[in-house]
């Protein structure tokens, strides 16, 4: 699978961003997908993860409450809405994919997927 990011920019605090991935190559439905991110300096972090059947999220502490992600199987998108954007969530946001998870895997985890896309930029002025 292919992963088009897009959707980030400069907004100031407390703004609001929605970022949208595109999937192509094979069944987008079949795939686990997150939102991953890497700010200057910083080493790659979680941020959020949708399941490929029942469609349960998971996000990581920072961004919970503020961050939404979700999936559109008919257009072979994962979106992640941001509100109350924070200057700490400057980062570079990327994409991934997985299609095989073994039973109890961390969705929270880099390493578990093979598939990513480009990045694209989100910086927050204070």
């Known amino acids: 699978v292919q992963l088009q990011a897009s959707g980030g920019g400069l907004v100031q605090a407390g703004d609001s961003l929605r970022l949208s991935c595109a999937a192509s190559?094979?069944?987008?439905?079949?795939?686990?997908m997150a939102w991953f991110r890497q700010a200057p300096g910083k080493e790659r972090e979680f941020v959020a993860a949708v399941r490929r059947s029942n469609g349960r999220t998971y996000y990581a502490d920072s961004v919970k409450g503020r961050f939404t992600i979700s999936r559109d199987n008919a257009k072979n998108t994962v979106y992640l809405q941001m509100n109350s954007l924070k200057p700490e969530d400057t980062a570079v946001y990327y994409c991934a994919a997985e299609e095989s998870l073994r039973y109890g895997a961390d969705l929270s985890l880099g390493d578990n997927y093979d598939y990513w896309g480009q990045g694209t930029q989100v910086t927050v002025s204070s």
């Open positions: 190559g094979r069944t987008f439905s079949t795939y686990y």
